[in-house]
């Protein structure tokens, strides 16, 4: 393969008349010059792996047009320099070589090839005439070079004592011009394809007089200026006026450019004086980084974060009481408490000018309406809404954001909805906040402290921001299907309002106020093409749900809904809905009443349960068998569960004859005792009475009545103690359509939670003592 000879420093190297070619964006490389380049393009990569093979050299060329992924022969200007490869680092995402300038070439062809193109050259040599002319121009370029430091302030003094140590003129042209960074690209290519080194010189004189002249009126300007306005709008002005200088010269200034931009943007952001400071000291550090190098981009990305975020914007509330309440009522039925607390939040709010914001934590089984609530509290409040799913995060960095030395680093969760919210004070729903996990990352909730606690989140610092960011202004809802699983001193930072689900009067009304309407509308529905009774709408409550929410009972309506659309896109008439076409079109029941199961026999009994998808009904079961005496217990029993079993029966054993039970029935049997269902885990102590009602009801032979649940826990002595869970309990009671309970006395103040309605269809049979449930129950003992 021909080669040319390039002298570098009185040493002769040889150069290939084929390279593989590097393309370059904003930037040229000139001969004499070391730089870094960063390479993250499939064929520059190829390119770079041939050459660091082959000794090292590449043809480095610029693109036109930055977007180009691939350029053509047309898309690469006509000039470039060979350099070669002197350091090479793997970055993960690419590679970061740095390259010194050997010689300039004009490209004779532009040869194809797979991985990578390659490229033929002419080396450009210098002409040189060691003339009078030469050194003249050269002291020239020296002594506007001198001036041009000292009007400019950017510029290093330094820079002077390294241009004087340069005896050769061709490296002076070339030192000036690659640092030159108003300099446009087309210039700098001309200066790359111009082997004369007196016109090179020459090109580099016009453009120092040029930057004098620049340099002078605004340092003018800026004297004029000062004693007239503030800092801030002098250096404003003087950047509006570099800019008409710039553009009257005809010079365009990718890297200037863009730093400009950001600084309007500064100018016009409303941000606070510590942000503001250091949003200038980085914009002010861009300006200088090159256009090349990886650290721009990661400048550029944090500046404008800073300028997204709404460090002061905020919106008005509506503080019409009457207004909110009625907005709250058109989105959801029932739920009196929470809408109570949000106009009581918008009460103070009218009164106090800057009142906290309270922390709010709904707690409820799936399907009860906790985030649509969210979204009907920014309506009411005429607020921003942001959501955040917490459901399964594990690592810290999710909350409070990477620090800017990683690779992509970026805020935390916390900070990007309030930039998507473009407001510091929406309604922001932290979803599932007791699905938050933790591994060798962190602990997110330990986080979420900081950003929960109305003392400390005034000043919230994000790792990859690390400025304080005022959160004390945002109106936060948590959202959980249980609270023991919520760390404590979470739990402690929020208030918390228990959702316990809707009675059967509430699910019919949402059904035909809510569900129906909007199905019927999805649908493409007219609102008279499909009319359910409350009767049916009960039906299909009672019928084809178990829940505590309203979510499989939208599914139902929504079947209905799909099945009528179908009837009138094929021509036909709505069909009638009643109990019979409920079934018809749903398929048969799929749950049946509880009161079903209630066979009145010895040995079982009705007890009520929480659990996290609301309240519900359990059957304890007892059997008596000939053989060694003990006790078994199945139905996949917690420890606290099997407890309760073993002091129910001890407690029977010990007052056998006032009970009437015969006391050699406890040495000749085995008792068996079983909670279906048996492929669910239990636990808990509010078994504990209706298991010894249960096993005095066995070892009587009398049946429990079949209209009684209860709860409670009992101790050795024979005393209830109270449990919770009280409205969930006893609404999962009235669903199954249970006529007394009993339950401890010392939860009687929890009734006051329950639904009226619901309420005053119970007997309600207070217990202190074990003896009284037994008694109530069974009939004996008393």
């Known amino acids: 393969m021909p080669s040319f000879e390039v002298r570098i420093g009185g040493e002769s190297i040889a150069v290939p008349a084929e390279l593989p070619l590097l393309p370059v964006r904003n930037t040229a490389v000139f001969p004499g010059v070391t730089l870094p380049l960063s390479v993250g393009r499939a064929r520059s990569l190829a390119a770079v792996q041939h050459a660091v093979k082959q000794g090292g050299l590449l043809a480095v060329v610029p693109q036109r047009a930055p977007d180009t992924?691939?350029?053509?022969r047309d898309e690469l200007f006509g000039h470039g320099c060979v350099t070669k490869i002197v350091h090479r680092v793997d970055t993960g995402s690419g590679l970061s070589v740095v390259v010194v300038g050997l010689a300039r070439f004009r490209i004779a062809s532009l040869l194809?090839?797979?991985?990578?193109?390659?490229?033929?050259?002419?080396?450009?040599h210098d002409e040189i005439d060691q003339?009078?002319?030469?050194?003249?121009?050269k002291r020239t370029v020296l002594r506007l070079a001198r001036e041009l430091v000292e009007l400019r302030e950017d510029l290093p003094d330094e820079a002077i004592e390294m241009l004087g140590r340069v005896e050769d003129p061709a490296r002076l042209a070339d030192l000036i011009a690659f640092n030159s960074g108003s300099l446009p690209i087309e210039e700098k290519v001309g200066l790359l394809g111009q082997g004369n080194v007196l016109a090179r010189l020459r090109v580099v004189i016009r453009y120092l007089m040029r930057e004098i002249r620049v340099a002078r009126v605004s340092r003018e300007f800026a004297e004029r200026a000062a004693g007239e306005i503030d800092e801030g709008q002098r250096k404003k002005l003087l950047r509006?006026?570099?800019?008409?200088?710039?553009?009257?010269l005809g010079e365009t200034d990718e890297q200037g450019g863009e730093a400009d931009e950001l600084r309007e943007r500064l100018e016009a952001a409303r941000l606070p004086d510590e942000v503001w400071s250091v949003a200038e000291r980085e914009v002010n550090r861009l300006s200088g980084i090159p256009a090349h190098s990886p650290e721009r981009s990661v400048s550029r990305t944090y500046v404008e974060w800073i300028l997204d975020l709404p460090w002061l914007e905020e919106t008005s509330d509506n503080l019409e009481l009457g207004q909110a309440r009625e907005i709250l009522?058109?989105?959801h039925f029932g739920l009196e408490k929470v809408k109570e607390r949000i106009l009581e939040y918008l009460a103070v709010r009218r009164l106090v000018e800057a009142p906290k914001g309270p922390i709010l934590c709904f707690v409820g089984p799936p399907g009860v309406g906790k985030t649509s609530l969210g979204k009907s509290i920014a309506r009411a409040m005429e607020r921003r809404f942001v959501r955040c799913s917490l459901g399964g995060v594990r690592d810290e960095a999710e909350i409070r954001g990477h620090r800017r030395t990683y690779v992509g680093a970026m805020p935390g969760r916390i900070l990007q909805s309030l930039k998507k919210a473009a407001t510091r004070n929406p309604v922001f729903v932290l979803d599932e906040i007791d699905k938050v996990g933790m591994d060798y990352r962190g602990d997110p909730s330990a986080a979420l402290l900081e950003v929960l606690d109305p003392e400390q989140n005034h000043t919230f610092s994000d790792h990859y921001l690390e400025l304080p960011f005022d959160l004390s202004k945002v109106l936060f809802i948590a959202t959980a299907n249980r609270s023991d699983t919520i760390p404590p001193p979470l739990l402690d930072r929020m208030e918390v309002i228990e959702l316990p689900g809707y009675t059967m009067r509430e699910k019919v009304e949402i059904g035909r106020r809510f569900l129906l309407p909007r199905k019927l509308e999805e649908h493409g529905l007219a609102p008279e093409a499909l009319e359910i009774s409350d009767a049916v709408l009960r039906e299909i409550a009672e019928s084809y749900t178990r829940e505590a929410g309203v979510r499989n009972l939208e599914r139902n309506i929504a079947a209905l809904v799909r099945k009528t659309a179908l009837r009138v896109a094929e021509g036909g008439a709505p069909p009638a809905i009643d109990r019979e076409a409920v079934e018809e079109l749903l398929g048969p029941a799929q749950f049946r009443a509880d009161r079903a199961e209630r066979i009145e026999q010895p040995g079982v009994a009705t007890g009520m349960v929480w659990t996290p998808v609301g309240g519900d009904i359990v059957f304890v079961e007892t059997a008596l068998m000939k053989g060694k005496p003990g006790l078994n217990l199945t139905g996949q029993l917690?420890?606290?569960?099997?407890?309760?079993?073993?002091?129910?029966?001890?407690?029977?054993?010990?007052?056998?004859?006032?009970?009437?039970?015969?006391?050699?029935v406890f040495d000749e049997s085995r008792?068996?005792?079983?909670?279906?269902?048996?492929g669910m885990r239990k636990d808990g102590p509010s078994a504990g009475v209706t298991m010894i009602v249960a096993l005095a009801s066995l070892l009587s032979g009398r049946p429990v009545r079949g209209d009684v649940a209860m709860t409670g826990e009992i101790t050795l002595r024979g005393q209830v103690l109270p449990v919770g869970g009280v409205k969930e309990k006893l609404l999962a009671a009235h669903r199954?359509?249970?006529g007394e309970i009993m339950l401890p006395r010392r939860c009687l103040k929890d009734l006051e939670e329950v639904p009226r309605e619901v309420l005053d269809d119970f007997k309600i049979f207070p217990l202190d003592e074990s003896i009284e449930a037994i008694s109530e129950a069974v009939g004996i003992g008393a």
């Not at 193109?117 to 450009?124: F, L, P």
């Not at 917690?638 to 050699?664: F, K, T, W």
């Open 69 to 72: 992924e691939q350029p053509s």
């Open 112 to 124: 194809g090839g797979d991985p990578f193109q390659r490229v033929g050259i002419e080396v450009v």
């Open 131 to 137: 003339t009078p002319e030469t050194e003249a121009a």
């Open 240 to 248: 509006e006026q570099l800019r008409k200088i710039r553009d009257e």
């Open 329 to 331: 009522e058109e989105d």
């Open 638 to 664: 917690g420890d606290v569960m099997q407890e309760s079993a073993e002091a129910a029966l001890s407690y029977l054993r010990a007052n056998a004859e006032a009970l009437g039970i015969e006391p050699d």
């Open 671 to 678: 008792i068996h005792i079983h909670v279906p269902a048996g």
């Open 736 to 738: 199954a359509g249970i």
